[in-house]
C-alpha cells in the first residue's frame, strides 16, 4: 500500500526555495498553458511568491511548498483576509501533473483546510478557476465549493478568458469558543432582554405561564419545602428566581448577563423579593454543601460544550447539600433528527436584534452528528466590518446524561407538559438526584 506523509512548509523566499519551486513548475506545465496561455516564465516562482493582491500586504501571504515524505509534490498560494477579513483566497494550489488524478489533491486540500481552520477569524475559503482550466471544477465542486455567480475577466498579455469565483465555507472545529461574546453588547443585550420579557413568545424565555406551571412542577417533584435553599444558572432576568422566591423559597440567581442582572435586582427590590443576584460566569461556581436545588433552564445546558460541562458537573455536585436535586430540561435526539445543515442570508436595512445600524447577515447551521450536536453561526456584516457570533446545542439521549451523572448519583426524566407541543417532542427535563 503506497503511504503519504503530507507536510506544508512555508516558504521564507530564500534562492534555494524558489529554485525548487520553479523546478516544481516545469513539472506542471498544463496548468501555465491553461492558465497563462503559456509556459512559466524563469522567474515564475519569485513573481508568485512576491505577487500580492490590491490593498493586501505581506503579512497577509501564505506561499507553502508541499511535501511528501520530504520530497516536494506541490505549491499553495493562500491570501488571508482577502477579499474581505473573513475569508481566505486560494491564489495557488498546484500538484506534479505526474501525481495527479490519485486521490492526492483531496488529501493536501484536506490538510489545508485544517490549517486554515487554525486562523480564527476565517470563516470562509475561496478559489477563482480560469474558465480556459474548467477540468479542475469537479474538484473543487467535490470538496464542497459552491460558485458565488461572481465572474471576473481575465487577461494575460497572450491569452483572455474568464475566472469563475468558488466558495466553500469552513466548519468551525466542533466545540470551538471563536465568536465574539454577544450577552453584554449594548444592542444585543438590549434585545435580549426584551425577548425574555415579551411573554407572548418563547424566544429567549418560556411564557409566563409555563414558568409558573415549570416551578410548581418542580416544587410537587422534588417535595421541596419553603425556607429551602434554590439556585438557579443562567437566571436571565429572574423570572424563575421570582417565581420561587414567592413560594417562600431562599433563593439565588447567577447570570453573566450584566444587562439581565441589573433587571433582576431591580425588579426584585421594586416588588420587595429578597434573592440574592450575582453577575456571573456560572462555569466558575464556587459553592459548597449549600443548595437543595440547582436549576438550569431553557437548554442551556445544551448550549455548553463537553468541555465545559466537564468543568461545570462537579461544581453543581460540590454546590448542593447531600441530598439534594438538579433539574435542566434538553433537547432531545429526537430533536438532532429534524435539523439539516442551512444556510440563509437576509438583509436588515433598518437594523435588527444584532445591530441597531444596517447589516446583512448570512446564518450557517452546521452538524456534528459524531456528537449529536449543532452550530447555528450569525456572521454580520456592516460594510467591511463582519462580526461573527456562535450558539452551540447539543441533544442528549436519558442513557447519555445518565452516564455523565453515574460517579454522583442518578438522573431520571420528568414529566412536563410544557405549552407548545413541538417542545414536548423535542424537549425534556430530568432531575439528578446527588446521592452520595
Ligand atoms: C436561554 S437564557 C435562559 C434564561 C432563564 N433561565 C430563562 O429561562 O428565563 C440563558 C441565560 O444563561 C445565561 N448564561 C449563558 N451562559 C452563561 C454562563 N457561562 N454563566 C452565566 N450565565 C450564562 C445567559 O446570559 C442567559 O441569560
Not at 469558543?177 to 453584554?184: H, Q
Not at 458537573?313 to 433537547?331: E, G, Q, R, S
Request: aromatic content about 12%.
Amino acid at each position: 500500500m503506497k503511504s503519504h506523509f503530507i507536510s506544508f512548509k512555508k516558504v521564507s523566499g530564500s534562492l534555494e526555495e524558489l529554485k525548487v519551486v520553479q523546478d516544481l513548475y516545469q513539472e506542471t506545465p498544463q496548468y501555465f498553458l491553461n492558465c497563462e496561455g503559456k509556459l512559466p516564465v524563469c522567474n515564475q516562482a519569485e513573481l508568485d511568491y512576491k505577487s500580492l493582491p490590491p490593498s493586501t500586504d505581506f503579512s497577509q501571504k501564505y506561499f507553502y511548498l508541499i511535501a511528501d515524505h520530504n520530497a516536494p509534490i506541490g505549491v499553495v498560494d493562500v491570501i488571508r483576509g482577502f477579499p474581505s477579513q473573513e475569508k481566505a483566497m486560494i491564489g495557488l494550489f498546484l500538484l506534479k501533473e505526474s501525481l495527479q488524478h490519485q486521490g492526492l489533491g483531496t488529501l493536501v486540500f484536506s490538510l489545508l483546510e485544517n490549517l486554515i481552520s487554525e486562523w480564527r477569524e476565517i470563516t470562509a475559503l475561496r478559489i477563482g478557476v480560469v474558465r480556459n482550466n474548467g477540468k479542475v471544477i469537479p474538484f473543487w465542486k467535490k470538496t464542497g465549493f459552491l460558485e458565488t455567480g461572481e465572474v471576473k475577466l481575465w487577461e494575460t498579455d497572450t491569452m483572455k478568458s474568464e475566472v469563475i469565483v468558488f466558495e466553500k465555507e469552513l466548519k468551525p472545529k466542533l466545540g470551538s469558543r471563536t465568536s465574539l461574546p454577544f450577552w453584554d453588547d449594548e444592542h444585543i443585550s438590549k434585545q435580549m432582554l426584551n425577548c425574555h420579557l415579551s411573554f407572548e413568545n418563547d424566544l429567549a424565555s418560556r411564557k409566563l405561564e409555563t414558568i409558573q406551571k415549570t416551578v410548581e412542577a418542580i416544587i410537587k417533584e422534588t417535595g421541596l419545602k419553603q425556607g429551602a435553599k434554590v439556585l438557579d444558572l443562567g437566571c436571565g432576568p429572574g423570572l424563575y428566581t421570582e417565581e420561587f422566591s414567592k413560594r417562600g423559597f431562599e433563593v439565588t440567581g447567577i447570570d453573566f448577563s450584566k444587562r439581565s442582572i441589573a433587571y433582576a435586582k431591580e425588579s426584585a427590590e421594586a416588588k420587595k423579593i429578597p434573592i440574592t443576584y450575582y453577575c456571573q460566569d456560572y462555569l466558575n461556581l464556587d459553592f459548597d454543601n449549600e443548595f437543595d436545588l440547582i436549576i438550569m433552564i431553557y437548554l442551556d445546558y445544551g448550549a455548553l460544550t463537553v468541555h465545559e460541562r466537564n468543568t461545570l458537573n462537579p461544581k453543581i455536585v460540590k454546590a448542593l447539600k447531600d441530598k439534594a436535586y438538579f433539574i435542566f430540561d434538553v433537547y432531545s435526539e429526537e430533536h438532532f433528527k429534524t435539523l439539516t445543515n442551512a444556510s440563509f442570508v437576509s438583509d436588515y436595512p433598518q437594523g435588527g436584534f444584532w445591530s441597531e445600524k444596517p447589516y446583512s447577515l448570512k446564518k450557517d447551521i452546521f452538524l456534528y452528528p459524531e456528537a449529536s450536536a449543532d452550530l447555528t453561526r450569525y456572521q454580520v456584516r456592516h460594510h467591511d466590518d463582519v462580526k461573527t457570533y456562535q450558539i452551540w446545542n447539543h441533544s442528549f439521549s436519558l442513557e447519555a446524561l445518565r452516564n455523565v451523572f453515574l460517579p454522583w448519583g442518578k438522573v431520571n426524566k420528568i414529566n412536563f407538559t410544557l405549552s407548545s407541543d413541538r417542545e414536548n417532542e423535542e424537549t425534556f427535563f430530568v432531575r439528578f438526584d446527588k446521592e452520595l
